[in-house]
């Protein structure tokens, strides 16, 4: 297997190797697309901090780069195995593959923790995307709009959907933690309530939207339920950069946004609570 640390070179000039391009599947998990190409050239470096041996290559991959030579660090090539290139099961071929979906992962780990997204980087399920497709139908062709206020019909509001997973969330946390929460909830609710009328609506809600609001004294949140908090959280990346929020600076917080609003998701989700 590839290693960082060895101190002779693993592959010579001449020799064809293996690159794994990484994607993501439909279900979120990693896989490769396996390239076949040849070494033309090899380098040794030592890092001057470390005093580790590091040796990069030159590679001709014809179906990469318009087949230009690329240059690669050790640990991103691959012995050849034809099994890898035409997909044929072998257990030589599985502890690659399962070595380099490892690897990937750990270097998109390392690389979450130390960039900052422009965007934030939500995973929304499949089936909540549909919803607010089935919902533009639904509104745009067939003339329903939900009836408001949505407590009123025995539907949770945006903000008792938020305190709820909020108290729950937050059971035997730390308090470092448990204040992130309070923060991140505070200001999806703020967000839905700036946003609802302008971004989150179709225009045949509008009227009934001002009629709800001028009719209760409410604000959004407290009028609206699930359906529109979807909408929301699917729109977020776009409706509201990295820059313009608390902290924008630090990689560790964002990472906490995304992975709480995740977690707020298969909250409401759940089976044992279909609150979405």
């Known amino acids: 297997m590839p290693s960082a640390q060895g101190k002779r070179a693993r592959f ?3 020799q064809k190797v293996l690159f794994p391009e990484p994607y993501t599947t439909e279900d979120g998990d990693v ?12 380098e040794k470096f030592t890092d001057p901090e470390t005093n580790q041996i590091i040796f990069y290559y030159d590679v001709l991959i014809p179906n990469l780069n318009k087949g230009a030579e690329s240059r690669y660090q050790e640990e991103e ?18 502890d690659i593959r399962a070595y380099a979906r490892a690897a990937t992962e750990t270097k998109r780990i390392l690389e979450r923790h130390s960039v900052i997204p422009p965007q934030l980087r939500l995973t929304i399920p ?5 919803m607010v497709l089935d919902d533009y139908d639904l509104i745009m062709h067939q003339g329903k709009i939900l009836p408001l206020p949505r407590p009123a019909h025995s539907k949770p509001s945006v903000t008792q959907l938020i305190r709820d997973w909020q108290v729950f969330r937050k059971i035997d946390e730390e308090e470092e933690l448990c204040l ?6 505070d200001r999806l609710i703020d967000y839905f309530d700036l946003s609802l009328r302008q ?15 001028s009719t209760t004294g409410k604000v959004p949140s407290q009028i609206y339920g699930a359906e529109h908090l979807v909408r ?45």
């Not at 490769?32 to 050239?41: C, D, K, P, V, Y």
């Open 180 to 185: 992130q929460i309070d923060e991140i909830s």
């Open 126 to 130: 499949p089936s909540l995307k549909q």
């Open 199 to 213: 971004f989150l609506l179709f225009q045949p809600e509008v009227a009934a939207c001002d009629l709800a609001l």
């Open 77 to 94: 090539l691959y012995k050849y195995n034809a099994d890898l290139i035409h997909g044929v099961p072998s257990a030589e071929a599985d």
């Open 12 to 14: 010579k000039k001449g």
């Open 31 to 42: 896989d490769h697309l396996w390239h076949a190409g040849q070494i033309t050239r090899g």
């Open 232 to 276: 929301l959280i699917v729109k977020l990346p776009e409706l509201v950069p990295v820059v313009l929020m608390s902290s924008p600076g630090n990689a560790q917080f964002i990472i906490t946004v995304e992975e709480e609003i995740g977690d707020l998701l298969a909250w409401a989700t759940d089976d044992t609570r279909k609150q979405i």
